[in-house]
């Protein structure tokens, strides 16, 4: 076993990758896609706030998407790298309950902006007469600020839990980051009313939104079903399944992560699955609303018109 320099207060990340050439040809691979996901939510904001043909409430939500991806991704994969290559793998007490802080809050309120984003294209098919005044520049704002506020609520309530109960085993944490769950294994208490708050949060957070979703989208199909015009047909199809492959990619690993006991849990799968809704998925979340999104390409081709103008 490797040993570690720490302070009593510190905690350690023992991380994705093994210290083997296979673990660093994953590791370049990992900064690689954190790189083209920085990338590409970057251009999918500058994108949205430039062009003013999506200035809809639609990919208003979007950008914020693309801005809790962004964060979300900044505050794992960063320190992650930075343990990988200098070797030390210790994170500070401050800096771990930061980590998990952010990532919590990041995560809640990602899954109700998703259920917001379903509920603006179940008022923009089902009710398009009435879409101006369900879907308000007000309304939106407060969908989002809702989002965070409620999210960063749930997250403190776990934070501030986490770092008040002992820890009186190891401290090495079994993980790539910060995560509360994977923390309680070195507790030196029963947690398991803890663990019945995370299992009731993420139900709040996560299932209640999804079931929401779903009952939006099954409206939503039967609309779509009964459009006579194929292009709207089409269109509406492309804009729901777009949705929907984000979120089944968002909520399917997160739910199977943290809705099941302890005892069903294993560290290598928690951290492969991990890999999934904190890295893979702010990467494809541009990339699908991009490449199946007429109005996001659209957009694009005009800003590299003009840039190229600008050249000339």
Request: aromatic residues 14%; hydrophobic residues 45%; contains cysteine.
């Amino acid at each position: 076993m490797e040993n570690y320099t720490q302070t009593s207060t510190d905690f350690i990340l023992l991380g994705l990758f093994p210290p083997t050439r296979t673990g660093l040809f994953l590791f370049i691979l990992i900064v690689h896609i954190f790189l083209m996901a920085l990338f590409g939510n970057l251009s999918m904001i500058l994108l949205i706030f430039l062009d003013t043909h999506l200035h809809t409430p639609m990919y208003f939500l979007l950008s914020q998407l693309s801005l809790i991806d962004l964060n979300y991704m900044s505050t794992i994969v960063p320190k992650m790298a930075s343990n990988f290559v200098s070797g030390n793998k210790s994170i500070s007490l401050i800096g771990c309950g930061a980590q998990s802080f952010f990532f919590m809050a990041l995560a809640g309120a990602e899954g109700l902006l998703l259920a917001s984003m379903a509920y603006d294209r179940y008022v923009a098919i089902c009710f398009p007469l009435h879409y101006p005044i369900r879907m308000s520049k007000n309304v939106c704002v407060l969908m989002i600020t809702g989002s965070w506020v409620m999210g960063s609520i749930n997250s403190c309530a776990h934070t501030v839990y986490a770092f008040h109960i002992p820890y009186c085993r190891s401290r090495s944490i079994n993980h790539f980051f910060c995560d509360v769950p994977a923390m309680l294994t070195l507790a030196c208490m029963d947690t398991w009313v803890y663990e019945y708050t995370v299992f009731v949060s993420t139900t709040l957070l996560l299932v209640f939104p999804f079931i929401g979703i779903a009952c939006s989208y099954g409206r939503v199909l039967l609309a779509i079903c009964r459009m006579h015009s194929t292009e709207g047909r089409k269109k509406a199809y492309s804009t729901c399944s777009t949705h929907l492959t984000v979120v089944t990619l968002y909520y399917a690993p997160f739910a199977y992560t943290y809705l099941r006991p302890r005892s069903l849990r294993s560290p290598t799968e928690d951290k492969i699955l991990a890999v999934f809704y904190t890295i893979l998925t702010p990467m494809l979340n541009p990339i699908i609303y991009s490449l199946r999104n007429k109005e996001v390409i659209g957009a694009l081709r005009r800003m590299v018109q003009i840039i190229c103008s600008l050249k000339m």
